[in-house]
């Protein structure tokens, strides 16, 4: 309580660096990502560029997008509304455009070349799986069902494949 009218330090970390998160901040305008994110699945550093591009460069991405202007985005974020709600309208847009801009990002990033084929999977598949990879869980139905209402998130199965 006492540092509450302290101005804030500003190499003080509000995560630790072992979470594995990440966030903007619109106080700082900044993305913060720690040490703890940087590592599968998230993050391989052994993986190819299509599966890091669609897990942790998504996940870039969605920080990122909490920093546009919004205005603008209306039409889209209507759509997004009547299929979502508007509880999860934001971390919807926010994953959505993160997963648009990593996807353009890995294309850009083959400068002209074909996307390498690994595996039997093509390099949109591997892209695609690291994104549903990130979302994978075990939950209870009781536990998803009261996270309905209240969750400023979808449901990770719906982030996972509602957006492809």
């Not at 990440?22 to 993986?47: K, R």
């Not at 971390?91 to 595996?119: F, K, N, Q, V």
């Amino acid at each position: 309580m006492e540092r509450l009218s302290e101005p804030r330090d500003p190499r003080q970390w509000l995560m630790p660096p072992h979470a594995v998160n990440a966030y903007y901040s619109p106080v700082q305008h900044e993305v913060v990502m720690p040490a703890g994110i940087l590592q599968a699945p998230y993050f391989n550093a052994d993986a190819d560029e299509a599966v890091n591009f669609g897990s942790i460069g998504a996940v870039i991405g969605h920080e990122v997008s909490h920093a546009l202007d919004l205005r603008g985005f209306e039409s889209g974020i209507r759509l997004l509304v009547s299929q979502t709600g508007a509880l999860t309208v934001q971390e919807t847009l926010a994953d959505l455009s993160g997963l648009a801009i990593a996807h353009r990002a890995y294309r850009r990033s083959l400068r002209g070349r074909p996307a390498p084929e690994l595996a039997g999977a093509s390099a949109d598949q591997r892209f695609f799986l690291a994104w549903a990879r990130i979302w994978r869980e075990q939950s209870r139905p009781e536990f998803v069902r009261s996270q309905a209402g209240i969750s400023r998130y979808a449901p990770w199965a719906f982030r996972a494949n509602g957006l492809v």
